[in-house]
């Protein structure tokens, strides 16, 4: 099946199940070893490929173990700068301008010790 936005959510949760329990019996895991590399229960490993609710920081744990979690970055890839953004990038950063205070006088000769003025 095809994960499509008009399949119901259980259905998507179940093709995702399916394509986990796949992944795993192809690198010859039994779900108890994929739980103890990810670091997650057998009853959790069991939920993901029922296609039943976990935790998100499970499903990561998972998919790290399986080498996968590399894949969630073309399901989520970083959001495009905004015209903003690419305005902001174009300018110069903008420098403070120093000024010298005309109210402090620089003396003429360097100050030592033991003179008056």
Same mark, same amino acid.
């Given at each position: 099946?095809?994960?499509?936005?008009?399949?119901?959510?259980?259905? !998507?949760?179940?093709?995702?199940?399916? &394509?986990?329990?796949?992944?795993?019996? +192809?690198? *010859?895991?039994?779900? $108890?070893? /994929?739980?103890?590399?990810?670091?997650?229960?057998?009853?959790?490993?069991?939920?993901?490929?029922?296609?039943?609710? !976990?935790?998100?920081?499970?499903?990561? &744990?998972?998919?790290?173990?399986?080498? +996968?979690? *590399?894949?969630?970055? $073309?399901? /989520?890839?970083?959001?495009?700068?905004?015209?903003?953004?690419?305005?902001?990038?174009?300018?110069?950063?903008?420098?403070?301008?120093?000024?010298?205070?005309?109210?402090?006088?620089?003396?003429?000769?360097?100050?030592?010790?033991?003179?008056?003025?």
């Amino acid at each position: 099946m095809k994960i499509t936005s008009m399949a119901s959510d259980a259905a !998507v949760l179940r093709e995702m199940g399916e &394509r986990l329990t796949a992944e795993r019996v +192809l690198r *010859e895991l039994t779900q $108890a070893d /994929l739980a103890r590399e990810a670091g997650v229960s057998k009853r959790t490993v069991e939920r993901l490929e029922n296609g039943e609710s !976990v935790q998100l920081a499970n499903l990561v &744990r998972v998919l790290r173990a399986l080498g +996968l979690l *590399e894949k969630l970055d $073309a399901l /989520l890839p970083p959001a495009a700068p905004g015209p903003m953004d690419l305005l902001a990038g174009r300018r110069r950063p903008r420098q403070r301008v120093r000024r010298k205070h005309s109210y402090i006088r620089e003396p003429k000769q360097p100050w030592r010790w033991g003179e008056d003025r």
